[in-house]
């Protein structure tokens, strides 16, 4: 019997590290081949060649689509996604697979879809129907689900919106949040087995801090960062652990402060790339709060029971568990959301949390109906009406 082939896309070291073990799933089943195509950050030397990592452990790469430009411009992120429709149209057309799988809505993705799309690929997409509305990503993610074939959401709430924006509800699927598995199934690292493993040494209090540009929104990043790192100050018992951000617009700017901010800072201050999914897991768990405005603080870290400050408008209209504390990009409103989170009443409020994304099951069952679909005529998209009530 022939396998059905699965190509699974990735661009950045974060939508690698939620589809790790969907790729294992796929990878594993005697009726599956995996394909694999890396693109955008990984393949920057930039953002520290995460490529690498996924071949280390144990993946084989199937293709590279370079289409990084060296300017985070909104110029310069267009044409990147023209390079990176050029370069997945032909990777596509070696690979020939029967569904490429792809997380998300990055630009990158825009990219795969489209060119998916004209080779009569079928598309899955994980991670539709959520909302992000300082970002250009908004447009993206709904653009990509008019695009794809297959849903695979994280919540509820997020099935029935790509099921009003016309998919047939028989090809939504909620399994819960893939991110949500790795915190099931891997074994974290220890305190000190993650103190060694990044040569730095925690303190008393520790913030893991993320910060990423907001991108439909004209100028104002380094502002933005400015009040950040104005606020962290007034925390100096603090150990703080920063991850840089993407390859967004502006994200350069920030990620220059970052530097800047940690030369004069001394032992204080952890700054890296990427930390890749087990260390970052793992930061999560020994930090006392995770700070900035990642979707990462939405969905893993309240199954961690900790807080989240959530930073200004970039994850707008997601879902928010009880464990994330909204606040406007001053510092003074960044200080007293990190107070909130520090203190006894918060602490223990914590320990009721529950994250609406899932018991950690989702790439299984994701891997199971991607085995499963019936593929004959699925390219044939009627739109489907919702009945108003």
Not at 46 to 60: M, N, R, S, V
């Amino acid at each position: 019997m022939t396998k059905r082939k699965i190509c699974v896309v990735t661009g950045t070291r974060a939508e690698y590290g939620l589809l790790y073990w969907l790729m294992k799933e796929i990878e594993h089943d005697p009726d599956l081949q995996l394909q694999i195509i890396v693109s955008g950050m990984h393949l920057s030397p930039e953002f520290g060649l995460t490529y690498k990592g996924i071949e280390a452990d144990g993946f084989t790469i199937d293709e590279k689509v370079e289409m990084l430009l060296s300017s985070d411009t909104p110029v310069g992120i267009a044409k990147s996604i023209g390079l990176a429709t050029i370069g997945f149209a032909d990777a596509l057309d070696r690979l020939r697979p029967d569904i490429l799988v792809v997380l998300g809505d990055r630009f990158e993705i825009l990219a795969a879809v489209q060119a998916a799309l004209v080779a009569r690929i079928p598309v899955a997409h994980l991670h539709g129907g959520e909302a992000t509305e300082g970002l250009i990503d908004e447009g993206i993610r709904h653009a990509v689900t008019k695009m794809a074939h297959l849903h695979f959401t994280a919540a509820e709430p997020y099935r029935q919106r790509v099921i009003q924006l016309g998919e047939a509800p028989e090809r939504v699927f909620n399994f819960g949040a893939p991110g949500v598995d790795n915190i099931v199934r891997l074994p974290l690292l220890s305190r000190d087995a993650f103190q060694d493993s990044i040569g730095f040494e925690l303190g008393l209090v520790n913030f893991l801090v993320t910060y990423h540009p907001v991108t439909l929104r004209q100028g104002g990043a380094e502002a933005a960062m400015t009040e950040l790192l104005t606020a962290l100050d007034r925390f100096p018992e603090a150990k703080i652990l920063f991850t840089k951000p993407n390859s967004d617009t502006d994200g350069r700017i920030i990620g220059q402060l970052i530097d800047e901010y940690a030369a004069k800072r001394g032992d204080r201050v952890f700054v890296t790339t990427s930390l890749g999914q087990l260390r970052y897991l793992s930061a999560i768990q020994h930090c006392d709060a995770v700070i900035g405005n990642s979707s990462s603080g939405l969905i893993e870290v309240p199954v961690f029971q900790k807080p989240t400050i959530n930073i200004g408008e970039r994850q707008r209209g997601r879902l928010k568990p009880d464990s994330v504390i909204d606040c406007d990009e001053s510092a003074e409103a960044i200080e007293a959301a990190v107070g909130t989170a520090l203190s006894p009443q918060f602490q223990d409020h914590l320990r009721t949390v529950e994250s609406p994304f899932g018991t950690g099951q989702a790439s299984q069952q994701i891997k199971e109906q991607l085995k499963r679909a019936d593929l004959d005529g699925i390219l044939m998209k009627k739109f489907y009406e919702v009945t108003p009530r």
